[in-house]
């Protein structure tokens, strides 16, 4: 069965949606008054041809005129303007009528009370066939809160101590408030209308233009900080933020601000400058190291802090003769140039160059003007070339003084695109300066105190006696970090009888008087060893009883060895060994067939100068002809990197390699072996190798 199709609105047919159901005129009428009402807006209808002009009572309440108040002219219009807008705003309406088009004005309404009123008008005029205006229709809206509003944002963004400028799409500037006036150096009159781009042309490619163009794009905030060049020469902290109608632009001018942020670290960066050159010359001269490579580092820790480039000069040989032994330059292309310079400005600059003057003075020089000082002085060349290459501007020349002597200068320049130092930059310079100038004059004390020390402690220590059976080889090697004579000593000497007295020890301590402690203790232990009917262990009696009873207040470690032979022995190829430890690292005893022995696997008795009523004892091998007896001190097997036990075993595992040396390169060896990196403390050594039969 064929079911009828229903129209809509037929009988049976769904009813329609809302939406779609036909609407009364009247309703529309309706529902468009309302909306006019709701949004306070009046309406108006000016017949042209009559004059008649008919405002509805909304319009008529904007104005103030009650409903038999208004004559319906456009005069009573026109009564109601603020004299300041009427003749703007009857313009903008006599526009209208003469090209038949839109009517858009904003003005202010004096109300019979003297209130003042904000209203936008905006109409369009209606034309006959002819083309003639007839008849202009409109609405008037009350603005005046928005005006009032717009009022005090205005005055809020007047009064802000931050400058502010608004951009439109098109990056013309739409309002500028008084601080961007007196930030951007340009009133309202140029600003207002102009484009950005145009207004600042600097800005274009920078900061400022790809940060504005992507918060345009992309609709979010930007923060960001940015320099623009002269005539602003100012840094500025931007935040710019898009709306609907452009770009919204806060800022503040900040120069001062980083330039404190920047004195800040400038001040930072020279304390830490003076820390870390007293710390490079503290690690490099108070080691041993050469005062050259020390210079050089320093040089270069200098720059750029306090300079473009320097050269250091320094006083050296006995004569006292200036070199200029280090320089650096901040590019490293001009490193090479720097030291070109360093190598031929001393032969080449006049006596009175300012180097020289702060050598001969003493007081540090500045020098304003480089170029004119120094380049007519300097011959055609290579000094001259590099001079020019280099191209100073200011310069500031610190002798380098410590306890009344000039050691050498340190010469800090600066080019034309960097300003002359300043008070806090020379005095950073003027410590600088004088760091490395005591850490120089403590080195050069320290080393010749070193070598007093040395000399003194060689002179103590005399050459072994060679007896017709034996080879004696001793070594004496001073610690490199210290300029202490030190307590360590060997002695070897041959008994009455025949019989060879090897001795080792080490004093408590590392000063004058452990040296004096040392020569008196050698001195005693000879006199009392040389009678030759005492073995060892009375011999260590009998010292240890003398430093108790003289009161010397020191402690000291020893061994005392005797190498003894019968005939009956020497017959038979052997000799015996005896020796006393007292608190002393063992003997290491290697026979002929390489076997290596320590003799003792403690570090003995008791240390002399602790309790004279000690026992003691000697222990004896009898060894065969060839073997090799070492002793040594602490220094060769014990320090900070190495522990007594671990040395002992290095020392027996290096004995055991080197074996077949001659003694002396065996002596040599074993200490280069153990300290390749040098001695933390003196090193004393006595060997005896017995001749084969």
Not at 77 to 106: K, M, N, V
Not at 202 to 224: C, I, L
Not at 571 to 576: I, K
Not at 655 to 675: E, H, K
């Amino acid at each position: 069965m064929t079911v009828p199709e229903q129209r809509p609105g037929s009988p049976g047919a769904p009813p329609l949606p809302l939406s779609v159901l036909p609407e009364d005129p009247e309703v529309g009428r309706l529902r468009f008054e309302l909306a006019i009402d709701a949004a306070g807006i009046g309406s108006f209808d000016w017949d042209l041809r009559t004059g008649r002009l008919s405002w509805d009572d909304a319009l008529l309440a904007i104005f103030g005129y009650d409903a038999g108040g208004f004559d319906g002219t456009i005069d009573g219009f026109a009564a109601r303007l603020h004299p300041d807008d009427r003749e703007r705003t009857l313009g903008a309406l006599q526009d209208a009528i003469d090209t038949c088009g839109a009517y858009d004005a904003e003005f202010r309404v004096v109300l019979p009370s003297g209130e003042t009123r904000w209203v936008q008008g905006r109409g369009r005029a209606l034309a006959d066939d002819r083309g003639t205006a007839v008849r202009l229709l409109g609405a008037g809206l009350d603005t005046t809160r928005l005006r009032e509003g717009d009022a005090r944002v205005s005055r809020v963004l007047e009064t802000m101590r931050s400058a502010f400028f608004a951009l439109d799409r098109g990056w013309r500037f739409t309002y500028v408030n008084a601080e961007a006036e007196r930030v951007l150096h340009r009133g309202r009159d140029e600003l207002l209308g102009g484009e950005i781009w145009t207004l600042f042309p600097a800005a274009v490619g920078s900061d400022f233009e790809v940060n504005y163009r992507a918060a345009m794009e992309r609709g979010e905030e930007r923060v960001f900080e940015a320099y623009y060049p002269p005539p602003l020469d100012a840094w500025y902290e931007v935040r710019a933020w898009p709306g609907p109608d452009g770009l919204s632009v806060y800022f503040l001018d900040v120069t001062e601000r980083r330039a404190a942020e920047q004195r800040a670290r400038d001040s930072a960066a020279r304390l830490a400058l003076v820390a870390e050159v007293s710390s490079l010359m503290s690690a490099s001269l108070g080691s041993g190291g050469a005062e050259q490579p020390a210079l050089q580092r320093v040089a270069e820790a200098v720059v750029p802090v306090l300079g473009d480039w320097v050269i250091l000069t320094l006083s050296t040989g006995e004569d006292g003769r200036m070199r200029d032994v280090a320089s650096w330059h901040r590019d490293p292309a001009l490193r090479g140039t720097t030291a070109a310079y360093a190598d031929l400005r001393l032969a080449s600059i006049p006596p009175d160059a300012p180097v020289l003057r702060a050598l001969e003075s003493g007081r540090l020089l500045t020098v304003a003007d480089v170029p004119g000082a120094i380049r007519p002085t300097l011959p055609e060349g290579g000094v001259l070339e590099a001079f020019d290459a280099l191209a100073p501007q200011t310069a500031v020349t610190l002798p380098l003084l410590a306890r009344g002597r000039t050691l050498g200068a340190l010469s800090v320049y600066r080019g034309a695109d960097r300003p002359a130092a300043n008070a806090e930059e020379v005095a950073a310079a003027r410590e600088v300066a004088d760091r490395v100038a005591l850490a120089l004059d403590n080195a050069r004390l320290f080393d010749q105190q070193r070598r007093l020390a040395e000399a003194l402690q060689r002179s103590m220590l005399t050459a072994p006696p060679q007896p017709d059976d034996a080879e004696i080889v001793v070594r004496y090697q001073p610690a490199v970090q210290v300029a202490q004579v030190g307590g360590d000593w060997y002695d070897a000497f041959l008994q009455p009888d025949g019989a060879t007295v090897l001795v080792i020890g080490d004093v408590v301590g590392h000063d004058i008087e452990a040296a004096a402690t040392m020569g008196q203790l050698r001195g005693m232990l000879r006199g009392i060893a040389y009678r030759g009917d005492v073995p060892p262990e009375a011999v260590l009696v009998e010292l240890d009883g003398a430093i108790d009873a003289l009161r010397m207040g020191s402690m000291a470690t020893a061994v005392v060895a005797r190498v003894e032979q019968t005939p009956e022995q020497r017959a038979a190829g052997t000799t015996t060994l005896r020796w006393s430890n007292a608190g002393h690292p063992p003997p290491l005893l290697l026979l002929p067939d390489g076997e290596v022995r320590v003799l003792g696997t403690e570090r003995g008795q008791l240390v002399l100068g602790v309790d004279p009523s000690a026992p003691r004892t000697s222990a004896a091998v009898q060894v065969p002809r060839g073997s090799t007896l070492l002793l040594y001190t602490d220094g060769l097997v014990e320090g900070r990197d190495l522990l007594l036990d671990d040395g002992i075993a290095l020392l027996r595992a290096a004995l055991t390699r080197l074996a077949d040396l001659p003694l002396d390169r065996l002596c040599d060896a074993l200490v280069s072996r153990l300290r390749p990196e040098g001695l933390q403390d003196d090193v004393a050594l006595v060997a005896v190798r017995l001749h084969p039969q």
